[in-house]
């Protein structure tokens, strides 16, 4: 099955630095990689995601990159803010054979200080 | 805007007996996905479900678990006999489409089983 990880496990930067945050993962079949942001007792919420079709895609202060030879994605955050502080789930899902099955990374906690 | 309502927000168990764990997804979605997370690890996939059958499931997703969706609008997790490692946070989801797309996340439950 699929396999995801998430590197770095926590991560702490200064207010408007940036923040990237990586994962790879090892079925060739999947296609969709949203990113999640989670906040303390709330449940992921979706803030930008990618199709294997795509090599990048920006929202704002917010990009992520594929680069499907390598199966790996990665999140980037630029001019950090203290509410961007959360914890962020990179995630593949499969297509087919795996319809709606979603495998998550670990997660990275991002703490920004002002 | 839509959202996914999960009732109720906290559960407490007591081990060996049933739950149900309710969620009413977004009203025009056909997916529909339960998830896990025990505290500080990551989102697990449980289980998903389109036309009144499931769709797919994972390791986790034992003969203790069921799902159901009684009547067209909820959608429920039950678990039929509970064990101490069964408690986490359990997370309901809908999509429009099976994948390629984004799912919206409840807020969760929290199931304390003692």
């Known amino acids: 099955g699929e396999n995801v990880e998430q590197h770095p496990s926590t991560l702490s930067v200064q207010e408007g630095d940036s923040a990237v945050i990586k994962c790879t993962y090892s079925d060739s079949a999947s296609n969709y990689f949203p990113w999640y942001k989670q906040e303390l007792g709330k449940g992921p919420q979706l803030i930008i995601d990618?199709?294997?079709?795509?090599g990048e895609k920006k929202d704002q202060r917010i990009a992520v990159t594929l680069n499907k030879t390598a199966k790996h994605f990665s999140l980037h955050i630029t001019e950090t803010q203290p509410e961007d502080s959360a914890v962020y789930f990179c995630a593949a899902y499969g297509w087919d054979t795996n319809a709606g099955k979603s495998t998550f990374g670990d997660g990275t906690t991002l703490t920004v200080k002002p | 805007e839509p959202e996914v309502t999960q009732t109720p927000s906290h559960q407490v168990t007591q081990m060996g007996q049933e739950v149900i764990l309710r969620c009413v997804p977004i009203s025009n979605h056909l997916y529909f996905y339960w998830y896990r997370q025990i505290l500080g690890q990551k989102v697990e996939f449980l289980v998903s479900f389109y036309n009144n059958e499931i769709s797919e499931k994972s390791e986790i997703f034992d003969d203790q678990f069921s799902v159901e969706r009684p009547d067209g609008s909820n959608f429920t997790l039950k678990i039929r006999s509970t064990k101490l490692e069964d408690s986490a946070m359990y997370f309901c989801?809908?999509?429009?489409?099976?994948?390629?797309?984004?799912?919206?996340f409840g807020q969760g439950t929290r199931l304390t089983v003692v």
């Open positions: 990618i199709r294997s079709n795509v």
């Open positions: 989801a809908s999509s429009g489409q099976i994948s390629n797309t984004e799912a919206f």
